[in-house]
């Protein structure tokens, strides 16, 4: 690890992990498949049990997360939403009801984020600072909508293993666009392949063995329709642990991490 790197993350941790819950409720499916595909359709009525479990997991683990919220699933079950709050979790923006923003003018993109931050401010009592586009479908005018709402970070691109800024419209202060990847996905694992939960956290703990040793950072993107069910929880759990048992890896909101990359920027800092 370069002297660089050991200066990169807050209290001497020599990476970042950033676990992030995309809440899309009866939406995400719905949207996008068949309307006779009732099995897919289905399992979307596993979300409030699967939410419950990671919000136990990560009551037990002691750790913050970043639960994304389709505003339509949250006005289905704001009493989730106030608990995820309640417990210190960060509420970011998933869209009104996961239509993807490819589909959607940028006129039509504003009203809807607008609509998902105020729907979401008042059911949870805090006011978000971060917007997921649904399936990561997002369009240039994306960032520069959010820049205007005020936002802080987007997490839609996969531009590498660090935090960057993105200033579509100079004039606004910029966003911190946190990386995501399809390979830190739970649908690739238990969805586009179905394997094991220990398989999912060998995968993931190699990956955050070598953004270790480079100073990177990790930004999970889990469902809990998918990571909330009894085994696939397991590669949460397991990844979490293991996390806190390395004892330098900073587990953190992304508004935290945001947040903090920012005022390195400023500093006139790398990144």
Known sequence: ???????????GHRS?????????????EANYRAPDDIYWISQAAYDPTGTSRLLGLLSDSGVPATFCWVARAAEDRPDLVAEAAADGHEIAL????HRYYTQLSPDEQRDDMRRTMETLTRISGTTPVGHKSAGWRYTPETNRIAQELGL???????????????RPDPALPPLVQLPPSRWFDDYTYFVDHVLTASQTFEAWRDDLDVLRAEGGLMCLTLHPLVSGRPGPSRAMARLIDYAIDLGDVWIARADWIARWWAERVGEGSDG
């Open 1 to 11: 690890m370069t002297e660089a790197s050991g200066e990169r993350w807050p209290s």
């Open 152 to 166: 802080l970070w987007v997490m839609d691109e996969p531009g590498g293993d660090l935090p960057y800024m993105v």
């Open 16 to 28: 970042a992990l950033c676990i992030s819950i995309d809440l899309d409720g009866a939406y995400g």
């Open 94 to 97: 998933h869209t009104w009801d």
